[in-house]
């Protein structure tokens, strides 16, 4: 491969991990940094999912002739029963914000995924079209967004264990498991350790669950740009060529089977960030 042909797949490599920001990141973290191309596809599809669902909400209907719902205001509702169902499973409280939360965070995050599947060239040529340098269109290869969601749920549940177990009991919880004694001295001893493990327990899981989003759908972003490698360097005139053709050939298949591939795994992802949000607050429910 010639120096050029590395510089090119350098260069587009890079334009594809460059987001549309106020200023340069300097630092790992600077709130002064925003990223305008994730806020505004983030907005976008915040607008998406709640226009949609409040548009069907006003317009529902019972069916024609008492029939069963159909078309959107259908797919809404089987949406909104499996999540209520999902959260029914795992949350035994009682409270108005879990099942509301956990659709919001299902399908949010599940559009922030979807944009994967857009081709990886389509929206950064129309914006470069417009005068616009750089455009990362997936919310979810943000680590900003992510950490986001996770931090906001490792709020929610820290507040529901102080308000459902008291002070005293959330700090039990944190200093008196999971090594326990009948001995108060002995007790009194593992209080540092049990601090220190429940400690531990409680940061690892906004990490968990923002890393763990971040890593599969940006494994599958890297993964469309890799196959759309396959024909940059030589660009259309490859197609003057039978191996050019099958190389063109070869991107088509492998892109449309890893399209349906990726398919499951953001749906996949989705779930697991809303099934754990739920345990979370479930947990921070439950007494010990």
């Known amino acids: 491969m010639a120096a050029s042909d590395s510089a090119r797949i350098g260069e587009y490599v890079t334009e594809h991990l460059t987001y549309l920001t106020n200023k340069p990141q300097t630092s790992l973290i600077n709130f002064t940094v925003i990223n305008y191309d994730t806020v505004f596809f983030s907005v976008l599809l915040a607008a998406l999912f709640a226009g ?7 317009r529902a209907s019972a069916g024609a002739a008492g029939g069963a719902p159909r078309g959107f205001q259908s797919f809404v509702e089987l949406i909104v029963e499996w999540v209520d169902s999902q959260v029914k499973d795992v949350f035994h409280g009682s409270s108005r914000l879990i099942a509301p939360l956990a659709l919001t965070i299902f399908c949010w995050v ?4 979807c944009m994967d599947l857009i081709p ?12 616009i340098p750089h455009l990362k269109v997936v919310p979810s290869t943000d680590l900003n967004v992510v950490f986001g969601l ?3 749920v490792f709020i929610l549940t820290i507040f529901y264990s102080f308000k459902m177990k008291g002070a005293l009991g959330f700090l039990a919880e944190l200093t008196l498991q999971p090594f326990t004694s009948k ?5 009194a001893l593992f209080v540092p350790v049990n601090f220190l ?5 409680q940061i690892a899981r906004p990490l968990s669950l923002a890393l763990r989003l971040f890593g599969n759908i940006f494994a599958g972003e890297m993964i469309f740009v890799l196959l759309a490698l396959l024909t940059l360097v ?7 060529t039978f191996s050019g053709w099958g190389l063109a050939i070869m991107q088509l298949v492998l892109t449309f089977a890893w399209e349906v591939f990726h398919l499951l795994i953001i749906t996949i992802q989705a779930f697991i960030f809303m099934v754990l949000t739920v ?7 439950e007494h010990h």
């Open 279 to 285: 345990v979370y607050l479930a947990m921070a429910h």
């Open 52 to 58: 949609s669902f409040y548009w069907v909400a006003r």
């Open 110 to 113: 599940y559009l922030f995924n």
């Open 197 to 201: 493990l429940e400690s531990v327990t």
């Open 183 to 187: 001995n108060v001295f002995v007790q």
């Open 120 to 131: 990886v060239d389509l929206l950064p040529d129309i914006a470069k079209g417009m005068g």
């Open 234 to 240: 030589h660009g259309y005139a490859a197609l003057e």
């Open 150 to 152: 996770s931090l906001t």
